[in-house]
């Protein structure tokens, strides 16, 4: 039997007595057990969400420009990981004989990645045409 169970029979057994004031504040007491019960359970969720995003920190590893785990050779959406802590994989849209195309279907951010031997090897440009 939990304490809300308890604290029920005891104010069951109040009010038999007849004793209204102490009924009221066992009643009262419930109330209270009740909300400490749930603060309890979203301070657990939190805790675990944030247990989470560790072991996702732990696995992710930066090679610029995107996010990698270990044995998997698909890039993460830096941008995604960075703002929101998700590890989303990017999708290969292709390539030209200059930039190599990466897509995040989550937050739609494009990648164009400069090949080896060009000018701007490695760097990144977005939709608006900015390097970074």
Known sequence: MGIVENIKDVADLAKKAGDIELYRKIVHLEGEVMDLTREKRQAE????????????????????????????????????????????????????SVHARWDCKDCTKMYLIEKAGSPRYGQVRDHAGTWS
């Open 45 to 96: 969720q939190r805790i675990e969400e944030q247990q989470k995003q560790l072991a996702l920190r732990a696995k992710m590893t930066f090679k610029a420009p995107f996010y990698f785990q270990d044995g998997d050779n698909i890039p993460f959406c830096p941008r995604c990981y960075e703002k929101d802590n998700l590890a989303m994989h990017l999708v290969y849209e292709g390539a030209d």
